[in-house]
């Protein structure tokens, strides 16, 4: 739909609508009213008539030549007093009717002009006005033909626009499409228009945007991975020192410290694996396409967590029943893993992990914790890496603020999605959503297929 067309349209018949009004509010300032100009016109016949053969007649056949003119016309010409033609008219032809000039009446068809001045064709004509009714007035007609010609100009106008518009609004969807593309990550797409075109200025700065921002990324991805790699060196020597040393001071004083610096070095060591997942996330277009059970999948990451969850009361709920997502089982164990150690982290008590179908048949995977919650101004940084909602990092807290930008990343690799939400429980409920597998929705369509064939309606049992 071409949008710009379609506000550019009315604005457009307004436009001439309005100029047409003016035109004829300046010719009636300047140059007298245009419609009393075209019914005189009109009727310049009956009005030649009375001019030219009954006001030329002498005073004796005066009367007779307009009886005569009553006879031989469809017009229908009579005698009426000044004062009753004077009050039937506006106030503005008045005294033009008083100084005996012709005054028309365009609704009304007709024209009045006094008789005589001075009384000299027969008694009393200086009080009486003659009254010309059935003229061949139709100023609607010239009022249609203005409006026929209005029509075609704002039709001649109105094509080039529609052109314009068009080849303008194909133009605008064609950068739309790009920024589309470059919020989704896709910094490689380029914004593709003509170079005469209105946008193109526009559409160079947004590829030149692109570009910049690409090549800041890709360098970021580059440092960082290169940097965890030539860290991961002098970490395995330094564990092999400490572990030497730790040996060799077995009971000594500075044992303690020794064995907080190895500490520090695993979480050093943490830490770089947990960059290079992140770069590895990063550099990766979409995860790979394999049918994961979803209840199993759920139930390994419980296992695997039990270490932290063995101080929460923990449930595991689902409802799903035997249905697969389509993707990476390492990636979305990994995901799953990470919000199931950052409620373990947070939460007083308790932790729920639940699965279960939504609306759209997509896999909805919540995990719920009794801890502080996150404040919704929040809720969307906490996916940022390294951001932390308890800005001090003991060991206490622990964690670098990788785990949910990494579940954040695994997600969107999946084509799902993964936001936060006030818990049932007191806390924060993580809602990891993916779309059911391609292979599944295949089988559920065909199944109502057959069902739909025989004459039933039945959807296929979750």
């Given amino acids: 739909m071409n949008r710009i067309f379609l506000r550019i349209f009315p604005l457009t018949l307004l436009a001439i609508a309005a100029a047409a009004l003016v035109v004829y509010g300046a010719i009636r300032l300047f140059l007298g009213d245009p419609l009393e100009d075209i019914a005189r016109k009109q009727a310049s016949g009956p009005i030649f008539l009375l001019e030219h053969y009954i006001d030329q007649a002498p005073q004796d056949e005066w009367l007779a030549r307009l009886n005569r003119v009553r006879e031989i016309s469809n017009l229908s ?15 503005d032809k008045r005294d033009a009717l008083r100084r005996g000039e012709l005054v028309l009446d365009i609704p009304g068809r007709a024209f009045l002009r006094r008789v005589d001045l001075k009384g000299e064709r027969y008694v009393g004509s ?6 010309v009714l059935n ?64 946008v193109y200025p526009l559409a160079q700065r947004m590829n030149q945007m692109a570009e910049r921002i690409d090549s800041l990324m890709s360098a970021q991805r580059q440092l960082l991975h290169s940097v965890s790699h030539e860290l991961r060196t002098p970490i395995a020597r330094l564990e092999f020192a400490l572990e030497l040393l730790a040996d060799r001071m077995q009971g000594a004083p500075e044992e303690k410290r020794v064995r907080a610096m190895e500490e520090d070095v695993v979480e050093l060591k943490e830490l770089v694996n947990e960059l290079l997942s992140l770069t590895r996330l990063g550099q990766a277009e979409q995860a790979a396409a394999e049918p994961v059970a979803v209840v199993p999948l759920l139930q390994s990451c419980a296992k695997r967590h039990e270490h932290v969850l063995a101080s929460r009361r923990f449930q595991l709920i689902e409802s799903v029943g035997d249905c697969d997502v389509a993707g990476d089982p390492r990636l979305l164990a990994r995901a799953v ?35 502080p919650g996150i404040p919704e101004a929040e809720r969307e940084r906490v996916f940022e890496p390294f951001y932390r909602l308890d800005r001090s990092r003991d060991r206490s807290t622990g964690g670098f603020g990788l785990g949910l930008a990494i579940a954040r990343k695994a997600a969107q690799l999946h084509a799902g999605t993964i936001s936060v939400e006030e818990s049932p429980l007191g806390g924060a409920r993580f809602v990891l959503r993916l779309p059911a597998s391609t292979h599944e929705v295949a089988y559920k369509a065909a199944y109502e297929a057959a069902y739909k064939a025989a004459g039933q309606k039945k959807s296929l049992p979750v």
């Fill in 77 to 91: 010409l009579e005698l009426v007093p000044v004062d009753t033609a004077v009050a039937a008219l506006p106030e």
């Fill in 126 to 131: 200086d009080e009486e006005v003659l009254q």
């Fill in 135 to 198: 003229l061949p007035i139709d100023v609607g007609l010239e009022l249609k033909i203005e409006a026929i010609r209005y029509g075609i100009v704002a039709l001649f106008l109105l094509v080039p626009i529609a052109y314009w518009s068009r080849m303008h609004w194909r133009e605008l969807l064609a950068l739309s499409k790009a920024a589309d593309a470059f919020g989704e990550g896709r910094l490689d797409v380029r914004a593709q228009v003509r170079n005469g075109a209105a």
């Fill in 337 to 371: 893993g990470n919000l199931l150690a950052n409620a373990a982290k947070y939460a007083h008590s308790a932790v729920e992990l639940r699965a279960e179908r939504g609306a759209d048949g997509s896999i909805v995977i919540t995990v719920d914790d009794d801890g």
